[in-house]
């Protein structure tokens, strides 16, 4: 019988080797640290495929535990059903968990509803793979959109009707992802690279502590994707933005993150810094 794979992870105080990829890489404190944005603490979500029963049931996240540190820019790495975007989407609670805890910025997700829950979604921003952008409005207005955790009033859909402090935030946020020259034209008119531009001026605007990127360059050509993992790391660590991402692109990760965590049968089997790995050293997880 062949033997399992040794599944690496890492602390702080340096990197240790499982001796399985079921090992446990050991409990979290129940409360958060102050300085961590996010911990996720013994996470597991299944989705059930053709009805109910429980026979039809895939475990996508089994136990997953790891920190995010705040200013941290971190890389999430795995093969396709790995878990990824529904990991990240549990983060937020856009899907809920079925166990486990979620500390984001010093608040237990599972507690929140209602107002206290989308306050806490207002202090980040969230870049999808598709730019989700309303094609017959303007770059600026999509923007404003990008506010509306804060408040939900009819003014705020479109730039012309809202406040004018938040005009000049959006357009703040335009002219830091170098779209400002294209406020004013409809989405449906732009290239993918500016709608992702956009996408990530849409989540800046609300002046968010963490941002969570689902392969936000994964639609793109190579160049512009270059351009646009470029323009996370240059934004979120000019305005100290932590920063979690995901991507099937290894080079982004190494070079775009300080850590690097791979997903693995459903737990992390990778927590390492990004300066420690290479691509080839990342491949098994793939394996």
């Known amino acids: 019988m062949t033997a399992a794979p040794e599944t690496l992870t890492a602390r702080s105080a340096g990197a240790r080797v499982a001796s399985a990829p079921d090992a446990d890489v050991g409990p979290f404190d129940a409360a958060a640290p102050e300085d961590d944005d996010l911990d996720v603490v013994a996470l597991r979500k299944a989705f059930t495929a053709g009805g109910s029963s429980d026979a039809g049931r895939r475990e996508i996240l089994r136990s997953v535990d790891f920190r995010v540190r705040r200013g941290e820019s971190v890389a999430l790495v795995g093969a396709n059903g790995a878990g990824k975007s529904t990991l ?47 094609g017959r409005l303007t770059a600026l207005s999509n923007v404003v959109h990008g506010a509306l ?13 809202a406040p004018r402090d938040l005009r000049e935030r959006a357009a703040e946020a335009l002219r830091s992802v170098g779209m400002l020259s294209l406020a004013g034209r409809r989405a449906d008119r732009l290239s993918g690279g500016e709608s992702q531009r956009v996408a990530i001026a849409r989540a800046l605007v609300g002046r968010p502590r963490i941002l969570f990127a689902d392969e936000p360059a994964a639609s793109l050509d190579p160049h512009v994707g270059e351009e646009v993992m470029d323009l ?6 000019r305005d100290g933005v932590t920063l979690v991402f995901s991507t099937h692109h290894l080079p982004h990760a190494l ?33």
Do not use: K
Request: net charge positive; glycine share 14%.
């Open 88 to 134: 990240l989407r549990c983060c937020l609670r856009l899907i809920e968990p079925d166990g486990g805890n979620v500390f984001l910025l010093g608040e237990e997700m599972a507690l929140l509803r209602g107002r206290a829950l989308r306050r806490v979604r207002s202090r980040t921003g969230f870049v999808f793979q598709r730019h989700h952008l309303v």
């Open 255 to 287: 070079r775009c993150a300080d850590r690097v965590l791979g997903l693995r049968d459903g737990r992390i089997g990778l927590d390492a810094p990004s300066r420690g790995l290479t691509v080839e050293s990342l491949r098994g997880l793939y394996g």
């Open 232 to 237: 996370f790391r240059e934004v979120t660590r």
């Open 149 to 161: 955790g804060e408040g939900w009033f009819l003014p705020r859909a479109y730039h012309a009707l």
